[in-house]
């Protein structure tokens, strides 16, 4: 098993003064967790600010993302997930369960505000009935996103993979606006696959859109 993160657990300021880090590469199928950090401390609200990731390929279990694998309370702004090559080569967020996204895994507990970021990943997960699946975050509560977008793919395992959408898959009492997802968005046999969210709860969606092809089983929506 490899390294899970850079910074297993962040309750202060990280600040990355614009500069990007490349060929990052965590390879923990087994583990949960997984991103550059692995998680925000219980009870703060850190902040995270322009900071980019290139080339990176993230693969772990539940509540993974290329940025940060689980916010518990945080403020994200100017961040972003690319690839040097984004027609051949594009970085890659993959879990092996649920709470999966290409910037932000799961955000909950405390308050989370997405703003002026982006992710270019494809995010997949590798493993039948599981869910939560976002291009930006897999699992979004009491979250607002603002000026964010996504290009990547985003596909469930073959079968019954709930949750999915372009931009988040699962969205409680979030909101979104000025946002847009791009990529392609399957999950063959499952349930609520959107383009832009997968499904919502108490959600409400400003001035956004998607425009990739969403394919799934049942509830399924381009928006």
Do not use: W
């Not at 290409?102 to 997949?124: E, H, M, N, R």
């Not at 709930?162 to 909101?175: D, I, Q």
């Amino acid at each position: 098993m490899g390294a899970t993160s850079v910074v297993a657990k962040l309750s202060g300021t990280l600040t990355g003064l614009g500069h990007t880090i490349s060929n990052l590469t965590l390879n923990a199928p087994s583990t949960n967790f997984v991103g550059m950090i692995g998680q925000t401390a219980k009870g703060t609200t850190p902040v995270i600010r322009d900071i980019g990731l290139k080339d990176v390929k993230i693969v772990g279990g539940k509540l993974i993302g290329a940025l940060l694998g689980t916010s518990y309370g945080a403020a994200i702004s100017d961040a972003y997930v690319t690839a040097t090559d984004n027609n051949n080569k594009r970085s890659s967020v993959s879990g092996a369960g649920s709470s999966t996204g290409g910037l932000v895994g799961y955000s909950g507990s405390g308050t989370t505000t997405i703003t002026d970021s982006y992710s270019d990943a494809d995010v997949t997960v590798t493993t039948a009935s599981s869910g939560m699946i976002g291009g930006l975050v897999g699992q979004a509560k009491n979250t607002t996103i603002t000026n964010c977008h996504t290009t990547g793919k985003v596909e469930g395992a073959s079968d019954y993979d709930n949750s999915v959408g372009g931009l988040v898959g699962r969205g409680t009492n979030v909101f979104v606006s000025n946002s847009y997802a791009t990529g392609t968005v399957k999950s063959t046999t499952g349930d609520y696959v959107g383009g832009l969210i997968g499904e919502s709860v108490s959600t409400t969606v400003d001035n956004s859109f998607a425009t990739g092809n969403v394919t799934g089983g049942s509830s399924v929506g381009g928006l």
